[in-house]
């Protein structure tokens, strides 16, 4: 009779902002259009008082707009999502009514988990699935491939201390 290897859903978490007022959707609104209205006025005072023609200015005043409205939904509106199986790490990011799994790492390939980055590895490869503040960010240091890749994750202790037992786990039952 073949055996079937059980999967075990051991600790899913989803982290997202803390709610401010200056993170709701109308403050976030409001600042991007005193963004636009900024950047025209600078434009038109380029213009005026320099004679910096618009065509050069104003593709660079549109892509610093694009740029902050990257930040701002980058901060601002991702959440992330983990999940601990009994053999697996899922990394997952959820904007909006998007998910994007970002990784999905086997335990057995994770080399080290801290809160300090490993600043050896300057070769590594970052995702970064965390929020601010980074002070509270763990790293995870797997090799997949030959390739060695650092997760930068925002877990609450309590996830931090699952993932950790799991992987202590299956690092004694990989020794014996």
Known sequence: MDETN??????????????????????VYAALIVLIIGCISVGNLLYERFFIPRHITQPILYASIAIAGYLIYRRHFLRYRYTL??????IEELGGKKERTLAAIDLAAIH????????????????????????????????IDGKETQYAISASDDFLTKLTEQWNGLRTKSIE
Do not use: F, Y
């Not at 999967?7 to 403050?27: C, D, F, H, Y």
């Not at 490993?118 to 699935?129: G, L, Q, S, V």
């Open 6 to 27: 059980v999967i075990n859903l051991i600790a899913i978490e989803t982290v997202s902002p803390k709610w401010r007022m200056t993170r709701s959707a109308g403050a």
């Open 85 to 90: 199986t009994s053999e697996m790490l899922a």
């Open 112 to 143: 080290h988990i801290s809160r300090e980055k490993d600043e050896r590895n300057k070769k590594a490869r970052i995702i970064r699935a965390s929020l601010p503040p980074q002070k509270n960010t763990i790293w995870i240091l797997a090799v």
